[in-house]
């Protein structure tokens, strides 16, 4: 009896061990067959290859190859730098529009300023003047979808509209006076998109010229603008590229052709697989003789830094304003087939003295301007950290640094003056573009025929204005005590006269010239001569 129980537990035994190397070796087989020697492939990626051919080879279901490269690649371009992107087809269709100078569509600019697209501009000799539309008229359809009153966006009204050259969409607008909706057949056409958004004269001697972009019309642009301004007497230019961007390096070299003597130095580019690069003033620039004042933020970056750059390296202009945003990257664009494409950084750009003015790839990259407000930097010219090691030296031996963004040579810190509790909450709630809106349904007519901007000063004077946004206020729930209207009246006046200005003739031309009057960065620059 107890031989066939040690017999029995010796059978069980050796069967427990015939299981478990039964399964070490199917376990070794199965790893031996699952094994890739990553570096059988030739090449630094082959890690990579050899996981998305295993998923191809071996995964459950079927993949979605297209879902997951387009998930991929942003997430792939993000490990390189923050200005290397990849481009969606879409993404890539408006980004090439925005510096191209033109898109296809209707030829106007409109606001919403509480739910209903406004027309504020009817672009000359675009489709939408041909058809007949006209400032103020209010968008109610597009074909047959009702825009207005639905809380769309404005980025979704703006595709309704938008379409290819030759292709037809009816716009129903309700006009002031005119009960029935208008109904007007406009056939989309190439649509000019200016990069200077205005040039006029601020005195006698000085003009004034605000380029958005570096977009591929930008140095033409200019060069008609600058032409007109010294008809009319300019002597010194105030050039604001604050809230610009940047865009095609061509145009920022053109630009600063302009005004430098030639050999002088604008910007050197160098990469890993790029030779350096030296980019020289040929001396045939029209504006040598102008003296320039350039004005700067926290938002003016690339193209825009390459400008003010070369100015300040140069000792050709006094820079204006706060520290700018700190791209010194040059990004090459790459297309493919099925209509997307990547902006791959090659180089880094270098100011005449030698900066790189990229400011360091920090965890909170995306969020620098936010850092830079909390920090009192863009209040206090003190709180700009500099480092020694990265001192340069101007063509004339004017001290610059590098190591992130323009420092101007004259500190003009953000203005708050006006800033209060009532100030904040008309911009929240929109109320100076509302009101403007208002006043232009009572008083169209006559600010249709304004089309000098004396004669539309004279005509705002005449008018109420204060008394009549104050009601308008406080019928929205926007009562100021009275400090805060004394502290903040001049801004918003002067926001409403300029937001109305964009509904008569003029245009932005009416437009910037009032607005700019309580610019604190303009008054500096200008007294500056």
Known sequence: MAEDKNNKLLRTVLLAISILIAAILISNAIKGRNKVDVNSIDSDWAKLMVILKTMDD????????????????????????????YLPPTDLQEAEESLQGGFDGIGIQFNVPADTAIVTNVITGGPSEKAGLQTGDRIIKVDETVIAGVRMDQDSMVKLMKGPKGTKVKISVKRSGIDDLIPFDITRDKIPVNSIDVAFMLNDTTGYIKLSKFARTSYLEFLEAASDLRKQGMKRLIFDLRDNTGGYLDQALLLSNEFLKKGDLIVYM?????????????????????????????????????????????DRATIYGVRSFGKGLVQEPVYFTDGSGIRLTIQRFYTPSGRCIQKPYADD???????????????????????DSLKFTTKGGRTVYGGGGIIPDVFVPIDTVGSNEFYIKCNRLGLQNKYASQFFDSNSAALRTQTTLDGLNRFLDGKDIEGGFLKFAAANDA?????????????VLTQVKALIARYSPLGDKGFYPIYLTTDKLITIATEGQ
């Open 479 to 491: 009562v100021p005590t009275k400090d805060e209207w004394e502290r903040s009246k001049g801004y």
């Open 365 to 387: 990259y995306d969020y620098d301007i936010l850092r830079r407000y909390n920090s009192g930097e863009l209040f206090n010219a003190d709180s700009i950290k500099v480092v």
């Open 58 to 85: 071996n995964y459950v279901d079927d993949i979605d190859h297209k879902k997951v490269t387009e998930d991929i690649l942003p997430a792939l371009m993000k490990e390189l730098d923050p200005h290397s992107v």
């Open 270 to 314: 160098e990469g890993k697989h790029r030779k350096r690069e030296d980019m020289h003033a040929d001396g045939h620039g029209s504006c040598q003789n102008i003296e320039l004042a350039v004005l700067i933020n926290e938002s003016s970056a690339s193209s825009s830094e390459i400008f003010a750059g070369a100015m300040q390296d140069n």
